[in-house]
C-alpha cells in the first residue's frame, strides 16, 4: 500500500496566520482597534516558558499588541486573580491566557472562570464550553488545540465530514471533550474513548478519523489504523533518543507514526502537526475576540471552523 499523505500542520498553520492578518488589518483599518493579547505565565517550567515565547512571537508576527506577564511561582491566588481582573478591564486587550498548569495554591478553576468569557482565548471558560456543547459557534471561544484539529481533518478530507466515523481517544476538558463536541457538530458519529474503554484497538479500527489526545508515546500501532483513515495525533511526549547520542530526546506523537504512514490515509506528523495550529489558532480566537468586541464579527477571520 503507498504512504499516507502527511498533513503539515506547519503549513496549515501558515495560511491560517495569513487569514488572522489579513482580518485584523481589515479591522485596524475600519476601526482603528489593534487586538491585543495577555499572555500570563507563572513560575518556571521550561515547557511552558517555550509556549509562552512562541505565542509572543507569534502575536507580534500578526500584527497585535501582545503583552506578557511572568509571575514568580510564589505568587498567591489573591494576586493572579487581582492581573486577570485587571486584564478584563483593561480595553486594549482582547485576549487573556493564563498558561496552564498552574502552582498548587493556585486553583485553576477560578482563575479560568475570573477570565470574561469573551476574552478566553484558550476557550476553557464554563460558558465557552457551554456555547461549543450546544453548538453555538458564533459566540464561543473554541479551545485553540480542538480547532486546530479540525482544520488539519478537513485539509485531508475536505470541508464536509459528515457521517463519517470518528473515534477521539482521550476525554480531558481542553482537548478530548472539545475534539469530540467539534466532530459531532459536523456531522460524524463520534466515540470517545478513554483508559476504561474496553477493546480500544478495535474500536480505533473503526475510525475514519482518529484522534489521539492520551499522552502515551506511540500507542497507537498498524493494528489500531482502519486503512485509509485520517490520524491527527495530538500527543507530545519526549522519549529517549539514544541513537541521537548519550542523553539525547526526541518528541513523537501518541501514535507509531511509522506504522501510521503505512496503513493510514493522511497523518499529522509529531512535531509540525497539530502542535503549530494550536498556536495559529490562538492568533485566530485574538483576532475573532477583538471583532467581537468592536461589534465588527464580519471581520473575524475567515476559518472553516
Ligand atoms: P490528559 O492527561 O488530561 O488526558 C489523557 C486522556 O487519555 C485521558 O482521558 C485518559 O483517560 C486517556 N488515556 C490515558 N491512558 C490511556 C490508555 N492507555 N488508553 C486509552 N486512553 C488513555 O491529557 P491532555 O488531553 O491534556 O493531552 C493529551 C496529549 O496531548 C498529551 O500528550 C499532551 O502533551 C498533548 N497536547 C498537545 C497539545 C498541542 O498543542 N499539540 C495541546 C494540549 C495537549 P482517563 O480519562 O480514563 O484517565
Not at 515547557?47 to 515565547?53: C, G, L
Not at 511561582?73 to 487581582?82: F, G, M, N, P, T
Not at 489504523?225 to 548519550?246: H, S
Amino acid at each position: 500500500m503507498s504512504e499516507a499523505q502527511i498533513i503539515s500542520g506547519k503549513e496549515l498553520a501558515g495560511t491560517v496566520v495569513e487569514a488572522v492578518k489579513m482580518a485584523s488589518s481589515r479591522l485596524i483599518k475600519q476601526t482603528g482597534i489593534i487586538p491585543g493579547i495577555a499572555v500570563v505565565i507563572v513560575g518556571e517550567d521550561p515547557a511552558s516558558q517555550v509556549y509562552v515565547r512562541s505565542k509572543g512571537k507569534k502575536a507580534e508576527e500578526c500584527g497585535f499588541l501582545s503583552r506578557t506577564h511572568r509571575l514568580d511561582d510564589s505568587v498567591s491566588e489573591a494576586d493572579l486573580l487581582a492581573l486577570v481582573e485587571s486584564l478584563n478591564a483593561d480595553k486594549d486587550i482582547h485576549g487573556i491566557l493564563v498558561q496552564l498548569p498552574l502552582p498548587g495554591q493556585i486553583s485553576e478553576e477560578k482563575v479560568i472562570e475570573t477570565i470574561l468569557p469573551e476574552k478566553d482565548v484558550d476557550g476553557f471558560h464554563p460558558i465557552n464550553v457551554g456555547l461549543l456543547g450546544s453548538g453555538n459557534r458564533t459566540r464561543a471561544m473554541i479551545p485553540c488545540t480542538p480547532a486546530g484539529s479540525l482544520l488539519l481533518a478537513k485539509q485531508a478530507l475536505g470541508d464536509n465530514l459528515s457521517g463519517l466515523n470518528a473515534v477521539v481517544v482521550g476525554r480531558s476538558n481542553i482537548v478530548g471533550k472539545p475534539v469530540a463536541a467539534l466532530l459531532l457538530q459536523e456531522s460524524c458519529t463520534v466515540t470517545i474513548a478513554h483508559s476504561r474503554t474496553k477493546e480500544i484497538e478495535a474500536l480505533c479500527r473503526t475510525a475514519d478519523i482518529l484522534v489521539a489526545a492520551v499522552g502515551r508515546p506511540q500507542m497507537i500501532k498498524t493494528d489500531w489504523i482502519k486503512p485509509g483513515a485520517t490520524i491527527i495525533d495530538v500527543g507530545i511526549n519526549r522519549i529517549d533518543a539514544p541513537e541521537k547520542g548519550e542523553g539525547k530526546t526526541r518528541l513523537v506523537g501518541d501514535v507509531d507514526y511509522d506504522d501510521a504512514l503505512s496503513v493510514a490515509g493522511a497523518v499529522t506528523p509529531v512535531p509540525g502537526g497539530v502542535g503549530p495550529m494550536t498556536i495559529a489558532m490562538l492568533m485566530a480566537n485574538t483576532a475573532t475576540a477583538a471583532a467581537r468586541a468592536a461589534g465588527r464579527p464580519d471581520l473575524e477571520p475567515a476559518l472553516s471552523l
